[in-house]
């Protein structure tokens, strides 16, 4: 498809186990972007792509959470240990470009919804 | 990272009514794009503004951009159910890192 795909759209699973989220953005945007959404919540920056670089991790809530991306298109994230407190919706969003005093419009998968029992 | 506020939390109107959201922050905008979310879905960029004093218009939408580029407000025009969803503000810094979103108005319009 032409837009940004996430998966799963929707996992569950027991605390203490990993899960890894897939996003595949759209073609040729360099930039990529997760974002976790807790129920009834805003937005929060967890990590952002631009290639394959990732110039600033800081916004990831602790070391079980990671994030790659290869190839400047696929990226996954992985959360290690899952602990109840990670159930929200992960959003991804790619972007055509990001450079110096602009951001370009984000587009936005439809998420994977993860569920910690 | 810059911290953005939203106003109100939640809105609860009629059809036909006028509203305002607004988004502020105490750092200067470099630029500030405004996203609509409904459930389900990833949010929707609706405008971006750049120019302090920045006005644009999408059909019923009015975005204005503060003089000083500090705070941004969102204006409906009678407002319809098609509105409801949960309306965000979104700011970078320089180099597009740290892209950030506000907490967000919720937003409901009753028929």
């Known amino acids: 498809g032409a837009g940004v795909s996430q998966s799963p759209s929707n996992k569950v699973t027991e605390k203490g186990k990993d899960v890894e989220l897939r996003c595949d953005p759209i073609?040729?945007?360099?930039?990529l972007y997760w974002y976790r959404q807790r129920l009834g919540q805003g937005l929060e920056f967890l990590i952002y792509?631009?290639?394959?670089?990732?110039?600033?991790k800081s916004g990831l809530p602790s070391d079980r959470f990671s994030a790659e991306r290869t190839g400047e298109s696929v990226s996954t994230l992985t959360i290690q240990r899952t602990q109840q407190e990670d159930s929200a919706v992960y959003l991804c969003?790619?972007?055509?470009?990001?450079?110096?005093?602009?951001?370009?419009?984000?587009?936005f998968g439809e998420g994977s919804r993860l569920t910690v029992l | 990272t810059q911290l953005l506020e939203q106003s109100p939390q939640f809105l609860s109107i009629q059809e036909g009514e006028n509203l305002t959201v607004y988004c502020n922050s105490s750092s200067v905008f470099s630029s500030l794009q405004w996203y609509r979310q409904e459930p389900g879905e990833g949010p929707v960029l609706l405008v971006t503004v750049v120019t302090g004093g920045e006005v644009k218009k999408l059909k019923r939408l009015t975005f204005q951009f503060g003089d000083a580029r500090k705070d941004s407000s969102l204006h409906i025009t009678a407002a319809q159910p098609g509105d409801t969803g949960l309306y965000l503000c979104?700011?970078?810094?320089?180099?597009?890192?740290?892209?950030?979103f506000g907490p967000g108005t919720r937003l409901s319009v009753l028929p």
């Open positions: 969003a790619s972007s055509p470009y990001s450079h110096r005093g602009s951001t370009g419009e984000l587009f």
């Open positions: 979104a700011t970078g810094d320089n180099y597009g890192q740290n892209f950030v």
């Open positions: 073609s040729g945007h360099t930039a």
């Open positions: 792509f631009q290639g394959n670089s990732a110039p600033d």
